[in-house]
Nanobody
Framework: QVQLEESGGGAVQAGGSLRLSCAASGSIFSINLMRWYRQAPGKQRELVAIISSGGTTNYVDSVKGRFTISRDNAKNTVYLQMSSLKPEDTAVYYC???????????????WGQGTQVTVSS
């Protein structure tokens, strides 16, 4: 079994910064794409940032220039550095990863439990 555990959420004033971490643990053979999603109250979950195993990144337009996704493959960990935070960034942030538990097994998607980010004006 594979577990993803997020940390680093909290409350911050507008213009501030937070760094989220998500560590994958368990029976892991390989991790491909890793992603950060967020879900604000009353809204659909949206993809915020994605990073490949080789480090290629992509972002939703609303966070470009403010958020940076990175990963440490040796630690099976993905990060989201968030700067210049705005009240509209307030949401529960979830990490997601495509994982193989063995070479002969296909990719499966796993989710973390979510971490709350609250930005006050």
């Amino acid at each position: 079994q594979v577990q993803l555990e997020e940390s680093g959420g909290g409350a911050v004033q507008a213009g501030g910064s937070l760094r989220l971490s998500c560590a994958a643990s368990g029976s892991i053979f390989s991790i491909n794409l890793m992603r950060w999603y967020r879900q604000a109250p009353g809204k659909q979950r949206e993809l915020v940032a994605i990073i490949s195993s080789g480090g290629t990144t992509n972002y939703v337009d609303s966070v470009k220039g403010r958020f940076t996704i990175s990963r440490d493959n040796a630690k099976n960990t993905v990060y989201l550095q968030m700067s210049s935070l705005k009240p509209e960034d307030t949401a529960v942030y979830y990490c997601n990863a495509d994982v193989k538990v063995a070479a002969s097994v296909g990719w499966s998607a796993y989710w973390g439990q979510g971490t709350q980010v609250t930005v006050s004006s």
